[in-house]
């Protein structure tokens, strides 16, 4: 399975996120902000493999969490969560290898929305 990094400031769903991902297999490094996610990325960089951010966090939010980590590494994919991507910046979604998740998503969404971002990542590294 997959390295992953999922940031979110809502304890509960970072736990169920992170729980449901450890229960398919893969490693999570779980945060509950974007500076966070973004020192995480720094150490753990060579070994992750995509990245779930929400998008409305306090202080660095996702959005700006998501352009420090894609200036260290550009092919990175990632998956936007959040109640509303209204916000989400056009640029970003339509950035290379990037995906979105509406909340309340069901398990089998989240999944489902992971595998599509590790896919991106397949297809870079071919």
């Known amino acids: 399975m997959a390295t992953l990094l999922v940031a979110d400031d809502d304890p509960s769903i970072l736990s169920l ?3 449901v991902l450890r229960a398919a297999g893969h490693v999570v490094h ?4 974007g500076a966070l996610a973004i020192a995480v990325f720094e150490l ?5 493999q995509a990245v779930l951010m929400d998008v409305f966090m ?5 959005v700006a969490a998501f352009q420090e980590i894609r200036r260290r590494r550009r092919d990175i994919p990632f998956l ?3 109640g509303t991507l209204a916000n989400l910046p056009v640029e970003v979604r339509a950035a ?3 995906a979105v998740l509406t909340k309340p998503f069901h398990i089998v969404d989240l ?8 896919a991106f990542g397949a297809e870079s590294a071919r």
């Open 17 to 19: 996120t992170t729980d």
């Open 58 to 62: 306090p202080g660095v939010d996702g």
């Open 30 to 33: 779980a945060v509950l902000d």
């Open 111 to 118: 999944v489902a929305a992971v595998d599509q971002v590790l």
């Open 44 to 48: 753990h960089q060579p070994s992750i």
């Open 80 to 82: 936007f969560v959040s």
């Open 96 to 98: 290379p290898r990037v």
